[in-house]
């Protein structure tokens, strides 16, 4: 199957037809995040979103990519935005060596005035997500999302509050 050829734009319609002929298949999924790593932009950017609606059906095909996936996350936004999403909302098992990796890139993420809204987003997410994990990086968050809730868009600001509320509260810091 030549899913390149198949992602001719960027509409949902074709995310979710390219979607549907990867399927279950593992064979089909590895061409998918080959085409997201292959530095064709465009094509990168909807490979990357076809995997996000893949894995939202089947979760088990990220699996044998989860190391490539953080050790070469894609510097360009809208690729990044994609990974981190499935990183932030999809069920998964880390290695310690993947959270620590997550973590610095996470905060990274976060901090950087440059990143986009939805990666700051998702990048908070993922962050909670560890702290469930690593209970100690929770007094380590707090302080950098009350960072971003001044400045931040309204994304932000919004997924900020509520992370805090919970983070506040699982740490005994009322606010």
């Not at 893949?54 to 989860?66: A, D, G, M, R």
Request: proline share 4%.
């Amino acid at each position: 199957m030549d899913l390149e050829s198949m992602l001719v734009d960027s509409s949902r319609i074709i995310a979710d037809i390219v979607a549907e002929n990867v399927g279950d298949s593992p064979e089909h999924f590895k061409k998918l995040i080959d085409l997201a790593f292959s530095g064709k932009e465009k094509i990168a950017m909807r490979a990357s979103r076809v995997a996000t609606f893949c894995v939202q059906k089947y979760q088990h095909l990220i699996e044998p990519y989860l190391d490539r996936i953080i050790q070469e996350l894609p510097e360009d936004e809208s690729i990044r935005k994609n990974f981190m999403k499935i990183l932030a909302e999809t069920p998964l098992k880390f290695t310690e060596e993947q959270l620590g990796i997550l973590v610095d890139k996470s905060f990274e993420i976060l901090m950087n005035d440059k990143s986009s809204i939805a990666n700051k987003a998702y990048s908070m997410e993922l962050l909670y997500k560890i702290s469930e994990i690593e209970p100690d990086l929770k007094n380590e968050l707090i302080p950098v999302i009350e960072e971003q809730i001044p400045t931040g868009s309204s994304g932000v600001k919004l997924i900020g509050k509520r992370l805090l509320k919970k983070l506040y509260k699982e740490t005994g810091r009322g606010k």
